[in-house]
């Protein structure tokens, strides 16, 4: 697994080398067959272009604040 931090996310749709270098990245590392996990994803165009580019798990506010284990499985219980 690797691990992708908020550098990269603020300069993925600020600067063109940002991108280039984190599409280049998520692109290496699904060749490899390697899981990338991105930390601090605070926008949804920082979402969207990640996901644009095959990367698929996230950790961040946009989603949720952080939570105590017991909230966060009540807030995911379901019936089967």
């Given amino acids: 697994m690797s691990v992708v931090t908020g550098q990269?996310?603020?300069?993925?749709?600020?600067?063109?080398?940002?991108?280039?270098?984190?599409?280049?990245s998520i692109a290496m590392k699904n060749t490899l067959g390697m899981a990338e996990f991105v930390e601090g994803v605070k926008t949804r165009p920082q979402l969207d272009f990640l996901r644009r580019?095959?990367?698929?798990?996230?950790?961040?506010?946009?989603?949720s604040r952080p939570v105590p284990l017991a909230k966060f499985e009540k807030n995911f219980e379901t019936d089967i």
């Fill in 8 to 24: 990269v996310q603020q300069d993925i749709n600020q600067d063109p080398n940002g991108a280039a270098f984190g599409q280049t």
């Fill in 53 to 63: 580019h095959g990367c698929r798990t996230f950790q961040c506010y946009l989603f």
